[in-house]
């Protein structure tokens, strides 16, 4: 029986899928899917990125939950476990302390984006964009940026709650998000692909999302498709193995994990599918980024019959699933802090909020220098610890420890997971930072 030092697991066998998938929606391809998908050549930058997804992202994360369940521990106390298991150093055990500063950092630029999010919400839903031009939405949306106050006011109730969440025990702050908010999510997007199969533009915009253009895939758009896929599942920011420490001892995770990976694509499919004929239906055009989540998207909503209402369902749903993913993103650092400093939780989420909080306020507000170092270190770091978390399960760990874990996997499936894990994952992580480097350059 677990004592009251080692997290106790979930009861529900699906809390692990669901909890994964609820976290890789927030943090995928809202912002560069659909546009990436259409100018990048269609079919063949979606089966780059579906496989860099399924060969290389997939097997690392199964590979980060698998040492949280062996570990039992936060993300550095599981490393350690497994380094000194293994009989190595235990400067592998930092890899877990590197993931969880990278996803402090990036949730620090998520806050800034959901409480935009959220705004723009509230903004469609009063009506007061009904009719208006892309002047007048760009306008709109730079007035609310440049109030400072306002801004800060709202991220701080918002990370106020997710502290309280966090606070109570991660049994409850990710049933929560597996059992209530990627639900909701769920019946959000329907409502949305129904209005926007209704109202939308539907054979030019499949055209532009699915024809194979390969004319328009090369080498960039080829990196282009890594990185989102590096991105979309949480790999390399001690995610799984804070998760992978509360996983029932009987679940199969590499099939978990791979479910969830399925339930994160559909999701973000569908998502283009219900951005794009909205687009089209309303001539806007196609970008990335923030000009296409806030000035495209509330444009096209703006102009269609109901499109106040649907715009603001359309916000809520990408607010509610960056604030489920910053609550992911904040969890690593608090179980470092309570299990390994030996903070209550309550104080280790606190003081973790504090440091979110603040590196957002750099990140907005801070001198250009910091704001570009800040933004390729969350970068930069991820694909990082996918690389270490690759290397560490496919060269340094003993196989048997790792089959002892994954002992309900079928044999031929242990040994295509391992041989990506140990070669491919690597290679790829590797080629992306060398080749993203030169190009950053």
């Given at each position: 029986?677990?004592?009251k030092?080692?997290p106790q697991p979930w009861q529900?066998q ?8 609820a976290?890789a929606?927030?943090?995928g391809n809202?912002f560069r899917l659909?546009?990436?998908?259409g100018?990048?050549g269609?079919?063949p930058f979606f089966?780059a ?5 399924m060969l290389?992202?997939?097997p690392?994360?199964v ?6 369940s062996h570990?039992?521990g936060s ?5 350690r476990?497994a380094?000194?298991q293994?009989?190595?150093s ?7 302390v590197?993931?969880?500063i990278?996803?402090m ?13 959220f705004d723009?919400?509230?903004?469609l ?6 009719s208006?031009s892309?002047?007048d939405v760009?306008?709109?949306?730079t007035a ?14 918002l ?15 990710l049933?929560f998000?597996?059992w ?7 019946v959000?997007?329907m ?7 209704a109202?939308?533009?539907l054979?030019?915009?499949?055209e532009?999302l ?13 990196l282009?498709?890594?990185g989102s896929?590096?991105f979309?599942?949480?790999a390399g920011?001690g ?7 509360r ?9 978990s994990v ?5 339930i994160?694509?559909?999701f973000a499919?569908?998502?283009?599918v ?6 089209f ?10 000009s296409?989540?806030?000035v ?9 019959p109901e499109?106040?209402?649907?715009g603001?369902?359309?916000f809520?749903f990408?607010a509610l699933?960056g ?9 690593p650092?608090?179980m470092?802090?309570r299990?390994?400093v ?5 104080l280790?989420?606190?003081?973790l909020?504090?440091m ?10 801070g ?7 800040l ?13 270490g ?8 760990v003993p196989?048997p420890i790792i089959?002892?874990?994954l ?8 040994a295509?997971?391992w ?9 790829a992580?590797?080629?992306w ?5 030169f190009?950053f350059?």
């Amino acid at each position: 029986m677990l004592d009251k030092n080692v997290p106790q697991p979930w009861q529900g066998q699906t809390t692990l899928v669901f909890a994964l998938a609820a976290v890789a929606i927030g943090l995928g391809n809202l912002f560069r899917l659909p546009w990436l998908l259409g100018e990048h050549g269609g079919a063949p930058f979606f089966l780059a990125y579906l496989s860099t997804l399924m060969l290389v992202t997939v097997p690392v994360m199964v590979a980060e939950v698998m040492l949280g369940s062996h570990g039992r521990g936060s993300p550095l106390g599981a490393m350690r476990w497994a380094s000194d298991q293994s009989g190595r150093s235990i400067y592998w055990s930092w890899l877990g302390v590197v993931q969880a500063i990278a996803a402090m950092l990036l949730a620090s630029q998520l806050l800034v984006l959901t409480v935009w999010l959220f705004d723009r919400a509230v903004v469609l839903n009063t009506g007061i964009l009904a009719s208006a031009s892309t002047i007048d939405v760009a306008e709109n949306f730079t007035a609310m940026i440049e109030l400072a106050q306002p801004q800060w006011l709202k991220a701080l109730c918002l990370l106020c709650a997710l502290t309280l969440l966090l606070a109570m025990g991660s049994q409850y702050a990710l049933g929560f998000m597996a059992w209530l908010i990627l639900p909701a999510l769920a019946v959000a997007l329907m409502g949305l692909l129904d209005y926007s199969l209704a109202k939308g533009a539907l054979k030019p915009a499949g055209e532009y999302l699915f024809a194979q253009r390969y004319r328009d895939f090369h080498l960039e758009a080829a990196l282009a498709g890594m990185g989102s896929a590096f991105f979309t599942l949480g790999a390399g920011l001690g995610i799984g193995l804070s998760f992978g420490a509360r996983t029932p001892r009987r679940l199969t995770l590499l099939r978990s994990v791979m479910a969830a990976a399925v339930i994160d694509t559909t999701f973000a499919v569908t998502l283009a599918v219900v951005i794009v004929p909205l687009l089209f239906a309303t001539n806007t055009a196609i970008s990335e980024g923030l000009s296409l989540v806030f000035v495209a998207i509330p444009y096209a909503f703006s102009n269609l019959p109901e499109g106040e209402v649907y715009g603001a369902l359309f916000f809520g749903f990408a607010a509610l699933s960056g604030a489920a993913t910053i609550l992911a993103l904040m969890e690593p650092g608090v179980m470092i802090l309570r299990r390994e400093v030996g903070l209550s939780r309550w104080l280790a989420a606190s003081l973790l909020a504090l440091m979110v909080f603040l590196m957002a306020g750099l990140s907005r507000f801070g001198p250009e220098w910091i704001k570009l170092a800040l933004g390729a270190a969350s970068q930069y770091l991820v694909v990082v610890g996918l690389l270490g978390i690759a290397v560490f399960v496919g060269w340094i760990v003993p196989r048997p420890i790792i089959r002892g874990e994954l002992y309900r996997e079928p044999r031929w499936l242990f040994a295509l997971w391992w041989t990506m894990v140990r070669f491919v994952a690597p290679s790829a992580a590797l080629f992306w930072l060398l080749r993203s480097s030169f190009l950053f350059e």
